[in-house]
């Protein structure tokens, strides 16, 4: 196993490479400077609605970031998470409603604030996809954590998938054998499964999501024998075995607002709040790929954010729309009229 800074170096390495490898691909597809002269404010007026939305909503940042990664991991990056069912006349199954989103993803209100303010000074010109893209790095960089140049171009789908929201997007319950092969179905390895994982570092989760670790682990009868014992107490109080399933937990409970590697630290002494998370730091699989990542990371917030960032990048480049494809949504929650 590679020492950890050997293994720093190596991962900071093949990121550059990595990235290196990606830029003719991005620039022959989506650019930084996309809206330069189109809509050269483009990147302020998206931070400003959301520093408005953290004033009377702390979870907003780590909510927005939550829609890009569930809008790209089915059928790429194009805004479809947003779509509306049946507006417009067309026929469309929501990918709002499909399970890992439904009663879950928020945020909503908040992209067509964005959509509205961005259409008074660039009207057409600037698509749902690309915001929930500048968004997402907005909302990092409020909250602590790494600024980047957004590679942009993409335009919208006017369609939904639905059913590949129910079978692509990764689960909380899974065990980390499914969430790396749901990230390869998409081109991304095991370092931006952890690296995107860290976005954990910030945000809430609901009861309904891990209230299996705190009783009936795996039909057990018993909590999850991996969760730290303190851990477990403070979570029963916040979700009583009988109580409802929609109250919240920090996924950090050190740091629950700041986006910092914190994340990682509270996997290595099991306070994971999700299956997911804690599986990236205990499941034997992860013993010689995701475990000395976060151990890296715990120990490197430097590394993380630079790995995050490559991977945020990465993940944005999941099949966009580009060209004369798709379409420039003038509603972010509906196709346009034809």
Same mark, same amino acid.
């Given at each position: 196993?590679?020492?950890f800074p050997?293994?720093?170096?190596?991962?900071?390495?093949?990121?550059?490479?990595?990235v290196l490898?990606?830029a003719?691909?991005s620039?022959a597809q989506l650019?930084?400077s996309?809206?330069?002269?189109?809509?050269?404010? %483009?990147?302020?007026? %998206?931070?400003?609605?959301?520093?408005?939305?953290?004033?009377?909503?702390p979870?907003i940042?780590a909510?927005?970031?939550?829609?890009?990664?569930?809008?790209?991991?089915?059928?790429?990056?194009d805004?479809s998470?947003?779509?509306?069912n049946n507006?417009?006349?067309?026929?469309?199954?929501?990918e709002?409603?499909?399970?890992?989103n439904?009663n879950?993803t928020?945020g909503?209100?908040?992209v067509d604030n964005?959509?509205?303010a %961005?259409?008074?000074?660039?009207?057409? %010109?600037?698509?749902?996809?690309d915001i929930?893209a500048l968004?997402?790095q907005?909302?990092?960089s409020l909250?602590?954590?790494?600024?980047?140049?957004?590679?942009?171009?993409r335009?919208?789908?006017?369609?939904?998938?639905?059913?590949?929201?129910?079978?692509?997007?990764?689960?909380?319950?899974?065990?980390?054998?499914?969430l790396t092969?749901k990230?390869?179905?998409?081109?991304?390895?095991v370092?931006?499964l952890?690296?995107l994982?860290g976005?954990?570092?910030?945000?809430?989760?609901q009861?309904?999501?891990?209230?299996?670790r705190l009783?009936?682990?795996?039909?057990?009868?018993?909590?999850?024998?991996?969760l730290?014992a303190?851990?477990?107490a403070s979570?029963?109080q916040?979700?009583?075995?009988?109580?409802g399933?929609?109250?919240?937990?920090?996924?950090?409970?050190?740091?629950?607002d700041?986006?910092?590697?914190n994340?990682?630290?509270n996997?290595q002494s099991?306070?994971g709040l999700?299956q997911?998370?804690?599986?990236l730091f205990?499941?034997?699989?992860?013993?010689?790929?995701?475990?000395?990542?976060?151990n890296?990371?715990?120990?490197n917030q430097?590394?993380?954010?630079?790995?995050?960032?490559a991977s945020m990048?990465?993940m944005g480049?999941i099949?966009?729309?580009?060209g004369?494809?798709?379409e420039i949504?003038s509603n972010?929650?509906?196709?346009n009229?034809?």
């Amino acid at each position: 196993m590679l020492s950890f800074p050997s293994l720093t170096l190596a991962l900071i390495t093949t990121t550059a490479v990595l990235v290196l490898q990606l830029a003719p691909l991005s620039e022959a597809q989506l650019n930084s400077s996309f809206y330069s002269n189109s809509c050269p404010n %483009v990147s302020n007026i %998206v931070t400003t609605v959301i520093q408005q939305a953290l004033q009377s909503d702390p979870r907003i940042g780590a909510s927005l970031l939550r829609l890009h990664f569930h809008d790209c991991f089915v059928q790429g990056c194009d805004g479809s998470i947003l779509l509306d069912n049946n507006v417009n006349g067309t026929i469309i199954q929501s990918e709002k409603d499909a399970a890992p989103n439904t009663n879950s993803t928020r945020g909503f209100d908040v992209v067509d604030n964005i959509k509205s303010a %961005v259409e008074n000074s660039c009207p057409g %010109v600037v698509s749902c996809a690309d915001i929930l893209a500048l968004a997402s790095q907005s909302s990092v960089s409020l909250a602590g954590g790494p600024s980047w140049n957004v590679l942009l171009g993409r335009r919208d789908g006017t369609s939904a998938n639905q059913a590949g929201a129910n079978t692509s997007i990764p689960a909380p319950f899974e065990n980390l054998t499914n969430l790396t092969s749901k990230f390869s179905a998409v081109g991304l390895n095991v370092t931006d499964l952890v690296a995107l994982s860290g976005a954990h570092t910030f945000g809430r989760a609901q009861c309904r999501l891990f209230r299996n670790r705190l009783y009936n682990f795996s039909g057990s009868g018993g909590p999850d024998p991996l969760l730290n014992a303190t851990y477990l107490a403070s979570l029963r109080q916040i979700c009583p075995q009988n109580g409802g399933g929609f109250s919240v937990a920090d996924l950090d409970p050190t740091t629950p607002d700041a986006f910092d590697a914190n994340y990682f630290s509270n996997l290595q002494s099991n306070q994971g709040l999700l299956q997911s998370d804690q599986e990236l730091f205990s499941a034997s699989a992860g013993a010689q790929t995701t475990l000395p990542i976060v151990n890296m990371f715990s120990g490197n917030q430097s590394a993380f954010f630079q790995s995050f960032v490559a991977s945020m990048i990465n993940m944005g480049n999941i099949s966009p729309l580009i060209g004369v494809n798709g379409e420039i949504r003038s509603n972010c929650r509906s196709v346009n009229r034809s």
